[in-house]
Structures are given as C-alpha cells and as structure tokens.
C-alpha cells in the first residue's frame, strides 16, 4: 500500500477495464516519474469527454453534436441501413471502405441469461427510420455467433411485415485462416455461400 | 493430472481482456467447470463456433488454479446455430441452460448432463413446441435435482385420486382435505398435461390446446422459481406460443 494520493490513482486506475493492480501500479508510476509526459492533456480529456459524448439520436453511434457525422452526411447512401451491436462495429465496418449507407447501433445483442431482451435494445428506434419508406435495404450485421444470430432471426422476422429488403452479412472463412481448424458451423456456412468463380 | 479429457455442454460465456471467453461447461464426467478459452474472440480462432452457447464438444481441458483452459475442442453436437434461428427455441435454451447452471452449483451429474443435450438436441430439431420442450425439460431437472413433483397422488398424504389443487411449496395436488384455503385449482386437463411432460408422453403433451400450455406453464414457472429460491432471469423473455416476435 502506498500513501495518499498515489494509492488513489492506482486504485482509480485499476477500476478500468482491463487493468489488473499490478498494470495500475506501472502506469502510475509511469505518470509519476516521466518528466517528459504532461499529465494534463489526459486530464482534460477525461473530464469532458462523459459531458460532451453523447448517442446519436438516429442511429445510436458516439457522436459530440445531436446527431453523428455519418447520419449528417449527404453522400452517404440514405436507402440502405446497416445495423450493428456497438458503436465500436460501425468503425469496424467504416474502416473496410465497402460499405456506404447508414447505420443503426442496437446497444447490444438479445440475450435472456443477461437480462437482455428485445425492448432493452434500440429496435423500437429502428422501426420509426423505416416509417418513411426511403430505406429499401436492412443490412443485419449483429455478431456472427449465437447472441448476433438469435437478435437477427428476431430482426427479420419483426422486418417480413415491412417492405424492405433484409440481408445478413455473410460468415464463412476467415482470410488467412487452415481450413482443417474451421469448425463445422463455419465450414457449412462457407458451403452453403459458395459462389461461381470466374 | 495436468490435462483432461470429457464430453461437455456449453451452458453460458462471459467475454475476458481482448479476444478470451470465460465458458461455464456441463461436462459428463467433471460436473460444472468454469474454463478459459483463448483467443476465441478471434475471427481465426481454432475453436470457432465450438465453444458457443448449447454447443456440445468433446474438450480438453488444462487443470488452473482458478480456471481451467481449454486447449482443444472438437464438435460433438452444433445446437447452437438451429436454436438461434428460432426466436422462441432460443429464449427456451436460454432458461434451460441458465437452470442447468443454477442446480449444478454445487455438483453435476452425468444425468442432469443427458438431460440437458436431450433437450437442446429436441429443441434444435424442432421436434415439439419450444415451451413444452423447456417445461418439461424444467420438471425433470428438478427431479434430478431431487425436488420430484407429484401431479397424480396428493403431495402431502399420498392418497390417490384425480386432484385439481395445486400448492408448489408443498410439492405438486394435493387432496381436498390437506389443501389450505384458497388453494389454486387447475382443470384436470392441466394436470394430465404436467403429468406428461414429467413422463416424456409427448402424444398426450402434443395433442393440447394452447390454453392448457399457457396455464401448464404458469404452474411450472412457480414451482421452478420456488425451488431455485432466486428467479430465473431467463424465463420472462421466453416466447409462448404465438408470440415469438
């Protein structure tokens, strides 16, 4: 145990996600000892990031306005929507450069165990943008395991009343992956998506 | 031993640091094992759709201190994909499995473990309605666990008869005689029913209404939730039939 002050930071620190007790302490006396790194940019941005980061009121992503940059956008195609678990899948999928429709964060996957089901998610959101029919294409592009595929059976179910186009993104083998380690679901996946080369 | 071999069944996940998984597994052999899986976050992972929830593998397993490691994993059952794609088997599974870890807490069975991939296996085949699949799934793991109910002689006397009172805390019907005021009473229908899906007569189960279901269902929630003293979190988002989304 150290005293004061420096006991708190480790303790601060060690609450993040992550950081185990020994991290904290390295971290810490890093902040302590380096001359060269000025603590206070850190400072800063820790304080006002919680008061200025809000959610998107369309689609759900991080954003410092009322609405995001892609939701503002007018490029952006406003016929096809791409929903996703966490704001983190929306950088995920931007970073590809293939995709250029909206987006819509659901906040999460439809899991009962958790506590978590279709009313805790932003799909009552989602519903109200399709109200308007401009959009002619659901993009479902939860996890690709049980969670994602459960929450994306309910989409499209919930969809097929509606009309609109619902497509789920596809799952099949990793680039860069052996074939003989590919479990069965995936390797029936692949098959099942073959497509003609050439 | 450092290392072991068993048959296990993967009830829930939890995420850890980067790219692990923290998976609760039923084994055969074991009982309940809480193990880390490694890297299986990873898009090139090799244990890929393996260790997801209600899939059945055969694992090797590293002996932690506080946690065990799966080192491999071979499919035995994929359940897992087939139950996601029905709403209402899914929200089933979940309360299955999420019961499957509460009367394992302090020791599993190789019987609770059967039980179990039989009922995913019947759930992922769509062999029956969802919820019956779960109620009696329900009824026979708490027999397992010892918590047997009686639906055909009176629970507290034992004499035998066509009982309509139903009192969870005492253990299934009761007679006429030993059943306390305002007791709640069920159509016999309801009885034979709950008296089914405890045997595994799933012509009887099959051939009932909705209605019956619906009331059938109420009685095991109660009798569950008595039994396991805390509530599932699970059982309120389980879809009845014609509500599933």
């Known amino acids: 145990m150290y005293e004061g002050v420096v006991q708190d930071l480790i303790d601060e620190l060690g609450r993040l996600p992550g950081v185990g007790p020994k991290s904290a302490q390295r971290i810490a006396f890093y902040i302590l000892q380096t001359e060269t790194y000025d603590p ?36 952006r195609d406003q016929t096809l929507i791409c929903v996703v678990e966490e704001a983190k899948d929306v950088v995920a999928i931007e970073r590809t450069r293939e995709f250029r429709g909206l987006y819509h964060v659901l906040g999460g996957a439809i899991s009962p165990i958790q506590g978590v089901g279709p009313d805790q998610l932003r799909i009552r ?7 308007d029919a401009t959009v002619s294409e659901i993009i479902i592009a939860t996890n690709p395991n049980v969670e994602g595929e459960a929450t994306a059976a309910y989409l499209s179910r919930l969809l097929q009343a509606m009309e609109v186009r619902v497509t789920r993104l596809a ?18 996946r692949a098959f099942e998506g073959r497509r003609l080369v050439g | 031993m450092p290392t072991y071999r068993d048959e296990a069944v993967v009830l829930r996940t939890h995420k850890l640091g980067e790219a692990d998984r923290i998976v609760t597994l039923l084994t055969r052999g074991h009982g309940k094992v809480r193990a880390v899986a490694k890297g299986v976050r990873r898009t090139a992972s090799k244990f890929g759709a393996r260790l997801e929830p209600f ?8 002996e932690g201190r506080s946690l065990d490691i799966v080192t491999q994993a071979e499919s035995l059952g994929s359940y897992g ?7 209402a088997s899914y929200t089933s599974a979940n309360a299955m499995v999420e ?31 969802a919820s019956l699949t779960l109620d009696s799934y329900l009824l026979r793991a708490l027999s397992l666990a010892g918590w047997a109910p009686s639906f055909d002689t009176c629970s507290r006397c034992g004499t035998a008869g066509e ?16 059943a ?18 405890l045997r595994g007569d799933w012509t009887v189960a099959d051939a009932t209404d909705a209605s019956t279901r619906s009331k059938a269902s109420g009685v095991v929630a109660a009798y569950t939730q008595w039994h396991l003293e805390r509530g599932l979190r699970s059982l309120p988002y389980v879809a009845r039939t014609g509500e599933s989304a």
């Open chain 2, 180 to 197: 306390p005021p305002g007791a709640p009473r069920v159509g016999r229908e309801v009885i034979d029913l709950l008296s089914a899906l």
């Open chain 2, 55 to 62: 899939m059945v593998a055969d694992v090797q397993l590293y």
């Open chain 1, 40 to 75: 206070s940019h850190l400072a800063d941005v820790l304080t006002t990031v919680r008061d200025k980061v809000r959610f998107c009121e369309i689609c759900g992503n991080v954003t410092e306005q009322t609405t995001c940059s892609i939701c503002r956008d007018p490029r």
């Open chain 1, 125 to 131: 959101q989602l519903m109200t943008r399709l109200a």
């Open chain 2, 81 to 87: 994909a087939d139950i996601a794609a029905d709403y």
């Open chain 2, 99 to 129: 019961t499957a870890d509460r009367l394992t807490e302090a020791e599993g069975s190789s019987q609770q473990y059967l039980l179990l991939i039989g009922a995913l296996r019947s759930l992922s085949r769509g062999e029956h309605e």
């Open chain 2, 163 to 178: 009982h309509t009172a139903i009192v969870v805390q005492l253990g299934g019907v009761v007679c006429s005689d030993c």
């Open chain 1, 171 to 188: 799952s099949g083998l990793p680039v860069g992956g052996d074939l003989e380690y590919a479990d069965e679901v995936t390797l029936g």
